[in-house]
């Protein structure tokens, strides 16, 4: 079975800084997704970026930027000019390219913005 | 569109009783997909359909737990009887299709549950 690893219970950041949210994964699958989700006090889920394990370009949206290690198995979340409206929880999630088509989630990160 | 709509928001009920969640996914989404969230276990998927056709229910915890989904716009999780331990946010996500990996699961609001 898949699983899903955040090293990082919590971590902070001055706004306007760069943080990274650490993400490990284990499969034994060669083809799979990974998605970073944030989960701010409202509850909402909200995908905030998205990965294929093929593709060897790293994605980015925005001020979000992933770092993707195939080999180490490593899927990192980097926030450039943090913001205030950052402050939430990071879920890492995992979804196989075939067959079960459930997100497996990490713990998540509480990441807090420092005015 | 509205988004995935859930009901309750909160629900406190007592041990022992029948609880009902339901929800709406997005218009035209075929796969539906219901989570748990608790601080011990995280987020895990219950259950999930596609095409009102339930395909892995391997995450349902125990019998208490049942869903149905009878037709596209509507799925209910009942638990019964209830009990503390199941005191949690029950997630609904829709996803337009399953395969590729811009078919992004919407998530609803939640609804906070908690069993006294």
Not at chain 1, 24 to 32: A, C, F, G, M, V
Not at chain 1, 79 to 108: E, H, N, P, T
Not at chain 2, 32 to 54: A, D, H, K, S
Request: aromatic residues 12%.
């Amino acid at each position: 079975a898949q699983t899903v690893t955040q090293s990082q219970p919590e971590m902070s950041v001055q706004e306007a800084e760069t943080v990274t949210l650490s993400c490990t994964y284990d499969t034994s699958e060669s083809d799979y997704y990974l998605f970073w989700y944030k989960q701010p006090p409202s509850r909402q889920m909200i995908l905030v970026i998205r990965q294929e394990a093929y593709k060897q370009q790293n994605a980015t949206e925005n001020r979000f930027s992933v770092n993707f290690q195939k080999a180490a198995k490593s899927f990192s979340l980097k926030i450039s000019d943090s913001q205030l409206g950052d402050a939430a929880m990071y879920f890492c999630a995992y979804r196989s390219a075939m067959g079960a088509q459930k997100l497996v989630f990490g713990q998540g990160t509480r990441l807090t913005i420092n005015p | 569109d509205a988004g995935v709509i859930q009901s309750p928001r909160h629900e406190v009920t007592e041990m022992g009783q029948e609880v009902t969640l339901r929800c709406k996914p997005i218009s035209g989404h075929d796969y539906l997909f219901w989570y748990r969230q608790t601080m011990m276990r995280g987020l895990e998927l219950l259950i999930y359909f596609n095409n009102n056709v339930p395909i892995d229910d391997s995450g349902m915890p125990e019998d208490r737990f049942s869903a149905k989904m009878p037709n596209a716009s509507f799925s209910t999780l009942k638990i019964q009887p209830s009990e503390p331990r199941d005191s949690a946010v029950y997630f609904c996500a829709s996803s337009l299709r399953a395969r590729a990996y811009t078919d992004t699961q919407y998530f609803g609001p939640g609804t906070r549950l908690t069993v006294l």
